[in-house]
């Protein structure tokens, strides 16, 4: 199988290079990776401007996002690949985090070009052995070449912080609604500028789960699988947007 690996995080990454080495012996890998850290850039591509390439030992490390990457890997550097994987990321992308993370953008990204994905991440700042996640997601990978999945559509996994002898089992999660307990500290500066500088605190539930979320699953110690797809169309409240239609039929007559 043919693997084109991403992250955001940057060529030479831990969580990558384990990855890529657990893949090594039993798949052709390439990598292509940014150049530097590139955390929380979503699925951001860059405009009026250009992405350099540059050869690394494993592939190539390039000037764009974790989005550019995967767009040039799928069009140049790897167009035959079979599956694209993004991670091992430090630090969970669970339920909303997937529209910040640039992990888990650039598995959409390649679930959008058509190309089964899987976004892989861990909940912890540091990976206490990195090589026993690394082995357990490349085992999700070909699991999930043997049961496609529906185009536009990738997997998302997230792993508690485990390692050698440790159970760690899985279980699908669906998304969990959480915010940041967050602040801007303001600081006024000369010229009538304001700088604001973040503060991100622990996340809290917005809405109570009747059933496990992803983020109380990996708490508890459990790796989940969440399927995530590139369609947000909110059906259930297509009645609401209709209603509105219908009171505003008028409008675009009046307008003309």
Known sequence: MKILLVNDDGYGAPGLMALCEALR??????????DGQRSGAGQSVTLGASIRAVKRERGYAISGTPADCVK?????????CDLVISGINPGANLGVDCYYSGT??????????????LASSCYCREFKD?????????????RLMAHPLPGGVFLNLNMPNAQRGQAMPLQVAPMSWFRYDEEFERCDLDGGQIEFRPRY????????????C?????????????????DCTCRPAAGIAQDIAD??????????
């Open 25 to 34: 012996g039993r798949h052709e890998v390439r990598i292509v990776a940014p």
């Open 72 to 80: 040039i890997g799928l069009r140049h550097l790897m167009p035959d």
């Open 104 to 117: 888990a953008s650039a598995a959409r990204e390649a679930a959008m070009g058509g190309k089964p994905a």
């Open 130 to 142: 990195a090589e026993c996640l690394a082995r357990f997601t490349a085992q999700v990978a070909e």
């Open 201 to 212: 605190g622990k996340t809290v539930l917005v809405r109570d789960e009747e059933r496990a």
């Open 214 to 230: 992803d983020l109380t699953c990996v708490r508890a110690g459990i790796a989940t699988l969440t399927p995530v797809a590139w």
């Open 247 to 256: 009171e505003m039929k008028d409008a675009g007559i009046a307008l003309a």
